[in-house]
């Protein structure tokens, strides 16, 4: 299989129908133009859109009424007399030609609601993967395949939602599902969804073995490893401003960089999201998008919607071009370059199976480990822990499964340091631990909110917490009462006063806090810390920063020295990756502070520098340098560890470190 190259772009053309002329601007010579002037070396075209328009001679659809010529066989004409990979796009969840023409093929809820846009509303339709539809859209790539020299097949929208029409009610009485039941809808869905997977990757590789072939879902399901056999690389759909966040990219590429796929990432040069025509990304916020995807291991994609008339839009390409500038500059220190990590998060999805959505304990763990510049994997129950000296479990990593729990235990008796939240590391009913914390469950505690007290550790030793609060601190979330058997108590919850209801209430918020709840806020045995609090998901929904350094100093003081320290702002962001084959590390640190504008989008606009930065590596090195300027830093040895100081870091300096 090809390498993936590092320079992508996704270039989509969902034309209606109604638009007259498509293609007929469409030159060869000036759509190489601008990909070479974005410094593009391999881009997504169409085979089919959402519309369900062909974009060239089929007998299986219908190629687009107002275009004359086939225009995806003279894009990748073009795309291979210069050297450009040319992956081929086509809609598959989405086909509103068919929706039309065979309503029967669109998913059906249980009310007989049709999924989608309602019929007086503008929008897509879902089509059902278990109806005839599938062996249609399979017949459309297996001839686009046949007929084109792709470098892909690229495969949007695959999802399946509980469906009651005519095909999945008679396929779930067939199983012996019963459709009246929520979750035989959705068993009967994973099942329609696994023969996609299954009957759509035979038939490309049936007739070119080994073709690159990503089957897109916006989101890439952690955990989900019986999912990887129908994929050959992996792409992280994830636009910043349009609905993902710049925090969604990172967790994503720190899960996939375990997998053992290649993986490209994608942003868009959009303001906002998909479909945006005439909006243009502050050209500094892509070239910050573009570096953090070489920073947590990834290839670069910036997606693009083509003109319905087939001119390539030249400020686009002058802006994905001084991106891709700085990416090409980087290559030779990013090729083969691996995390070299020394702390995992054991998603909560991956154990679960289940996408959490707004509510991922996920991403407050995250947040917490990227603000305090910790160099961490996100990894499922199939990963070496071993691998790693911290290891923490957020909020809900209940250990029911056997096979868990020994690597979880295995982990500790190594001398691990084990972080635990909430109902993690408990059974499912949350009546005992499984791993030993020094403490017994009792039950949720019947305050909501509580708050915690920091305790000053007996014998004068130094205040973990020093600095924050002595007072007790709200604390949003439910935790669950424990009993300390056989533990140091960290912090103490506080009870309210009583619970904010209509029988009593007090001011605008909660009740203030009135005195000890009777259960501890935090506990440590040994190299295992316990919060009763899901201190994750409290951190992910309020980013109270309270709360996070209490978190954090709690885990530094009993995990200790990392091996990666940076002086950055919270906002700063270390990555520490392995080139094995160039015998180096190569460290990148990247600063840029995203600000809300209008409503839900994130930004970056102003970049700045900092200066004399301190690093301080656990490792041996040799020579320490500035990449790509080629510049060498001076750097000391002390105890095992090569210090030195980054004179200068405007938004993304790399440092290779040479064994």
Known sequence: MDELRFRQVHLDFHTSEHIPGVGSRFDPEQFVAMLKRGRVNSINCFSKCHHGWSYHPTRVGEMHPSLRFDLLGAMIEACHANDIKIPVYLSVGLDERNAR??????????EGNRHGAAPLKAGWRKMCF????????IAQVEEMVRNYDADGAWLDIIHQGECCCTWCLAGMEKAG????KAEDRQAYARRVLLAYYQRMTDAVHALKPGLLIFHNSGHIPRGRRDLFPYFTHLELESLPTGGWGYDHFPISAKYSATTGFDFVGMTGKFHTTWGEFGGYKNPVALRYECAAMLAWGSKCGVGDQLHPDGHMDEDTYRIIGDAFAHVEAREPWCKGAKPASEAAILSVEAVQKRHRGSDDPDVGAARILLENHVNFDVVDTEADFARYRLLVLPDEVTLDDKALLRKVK??????GTLVLSGRSGMNAEGT???VDVGAKPVGPSPWQPDYVKLLKPRGGASLPCEGLVENPFVMYERAQRVKVTGAEVLAEAWRPYFNREFRHFCSHQHTPPSEPAGYPAALRKGRVLYFAHPVFANYRNKGQQLARDYVWR????TYGRLDVEVGLPSGGRVSLLRQAA?????LHLLYATPINRGRGIEVIEDVVPLYDVPVSLKLRARRVTLVPEGKPLRFTRRKGRIEFTVPRLEMHQMIALDD
């Open 410 to 415: 295995a982990f500790v008796a190594a001398g």
């Open 177 to 180: 599902l019963n459709p009246e």
């Open 101 to 110: 023409l065979h309503p029967e093929w669109i998913e059906v809820g249980a």
């Open 432 to 434: 005992k631990f499984l």
């Open 554 to 557: 709690l885990i530094a003081d």
């Open 130 to 137: 278990g109806s005839p539809y599938l062996d249609f859209v």
């Open 582 to 586: 160039r015998r180096r590390h190569i």
